[in-house]
T-cell receptor, first 113, second 105 residues
Framework: DTGVSQDPRHKITKRGQNVTFRCDPI?????LYWYRQTLGQGPEFLTY????????KSRLLSDRFSAERPKGSFSTLEIQRTEQGDSAMYLCASRSQGRPEAFFGQGTRLTVV | ELKVEQNPLFLSMQEGKNYTIYCNYS?????LYWYRQDPGKSLESLFV?????AVKQEGRLMASLDTKARLSTLHITAAVHDLSATYFCALGERFGAGTRLTVKP
């Protein structure tokens, strides 16, 4: 399968714990995006990478959130000291710089209890 | 601040009918996307519109872009039940709130 892969698909965690999600983009895609989607809402942009460089971060990305893409391939999104308000679907997307089409992964559904 | 507004937010229509979903945006961009999302699933790319006057069609769906009016439309022709889903427009990385479409027999 050469699509965007996210892991885990589901995560239940207790409030205050740290969680980390992984995204493997389509191999030739140099741009990688993270979004958060809550029930009944559209995806909200969090951050994006071009290769290993994090080029833009949304104001939604508080200091509890950090994202990395150390080698310009897979990316991780970490949430520290999780809060109930962090419960959402976290989506990753990737695309090539020269092509507009973006491809989304299946998402990681986070539930903070 | 960039705003992307869709309307209607909810749409219930009968099979065989036509309807249009509207997407207004507040600033220019080089990419206007339409996505489909089924409940509990991720987003499926439908169309990417890159220039003024662009029109793309796939099956019963047709999308158009008017950059001067800052408006994109998604037109549904002769709706069928399988089209029931939530449809999002996005300007670059900014998404609208979505239109939840239900097609009834």
């Amino acid at each position: 399968d050469t699509g965007v892969s996210q892991d885990p698909r589901h995560k239940i965690t207790k409030r205050g714990q740290n969680v980390t999600f992984r995204c493997d983009p389509i191999s030739e895609h140099n741009r990688l995006y993270w979004y958060r989607q809550t029930l009944g809402q559209g995806p909200e942009f969090l951050t994006y990478f071009q290769n290993e460089a994090q080029l833009e971060k949304s104001r939604l990305l508080s200091d509890r959130f950090s994202a990395e893409r150390p080698k310009g391939s897979f990316s991780t999104l970490e949430i520290q000291r999780t809060e109930q308000g962090d419960s959402a679907m976290y989506l990753c997307a990737s695309r090539s710089q020269g092509r507009p089409e973006a491809f989304f992964g299946q998402g990681t559904r986070l539930t903070v209890v | 601040e960039l705003k992307v507004e869709q309307n209607p937010l909810f749409l219930s229509m009968q099979e065989g009918k036509n309807y249009t979903i509207y997407c207004n945006y507040s600033t220019t961009s080089d990419r206007l996307y339409w996505y489909r999302q089924d409940p509990g699933k991720s987003l499926e790319s439908l169309f990417v519109l890159l220039s003024n006057g662009a029109v793309k069609q796939e099956g019963r769906l047709m999308a158009s872009l008017d950059t001067k009016a800052r408006l994109s439309t998604l037109h549904i022709t002769a709706a069928v039940h399988d089209l029931s889903a939530t449809y999002f427009c996005a300007l670059g990385e900014r998404f609208g709130a979505g239109t939840r479409l239900t097609v009834k027999p």
